[in-house]
């Protein structure tokens, strides 16, 4: 989510070009936290009715719909899937975005909004690169090209 604006705003250095051909293990990574995540969580509670009595705080659901979100996203990184879905595969990759507000929502209460700032400090450089995207692919002026001089002279 954050390599493209990243390549975007550092052109020239290296490394946002390791992070876009490898972005796809990222995800697959991060996918793999969040299962770690949940069943971590399942055994700190110790049964499914356990976790199923937490589901209407509102921390918890908002954490598993995130996750929800996330598995149709790994599920669909593989190369097949990318042509299988050729239109609706990056309509669904922007499902991340939805994920990623969900995801900070969940820590941010957590923690009973007390202390969001450890939330804020690892979700700033994700939502600076975003509004940087955003500005460049839709507010940025664009150079106008002048009329050939050629086109001018009648």
């Known amino acids: ?31 793999g936290y969040a299962v770690l995540h949940t069943l971590f969580y399942i055994i700190d509670k110790g049964s499914v009715v356990g976790v199923i009595n ?40 922007r499902c991340t975005y939805g994920a990623a507000v969900l995801t900070l929502l969940h820590w941010t209460a957590l923690h ?19 509004a940087y995207s955003f500005w460049y692919w839709h507010i940025k002026p664009r150079a106008r090209t002048e009329m050939p001089r050629r086109l001018m002279t009648g």
Do not use: C
């Open 1 to 31: 989510m954050m390599v493209t604006p990243l390549a975007m705003l550092l052109r020239g250095w290296r490394s946002p070009i390791w992070f876009k051909k490898n972005r796809r293990y990222l995800g697959v990574a991060l996918f």
């Open 54 to 93: 937490e589901v209407s705080r509102f921390y918890i659901w908002r954490g598993w719909i995130a996750f929800v979100i996330f598995v149709p996203l790994a599920v669909t990184l593989t190369d097949y899937f990318v042509w299988i879905m050729v239109p609706w595969w990056k309509t669904l990759q």
């Open 112 to 130: 009973n909004y007390e202390h969001p700032t450890s939330a804020i400090v690892h979700f700033l450089p994700l939502t600076l690169l975003e």
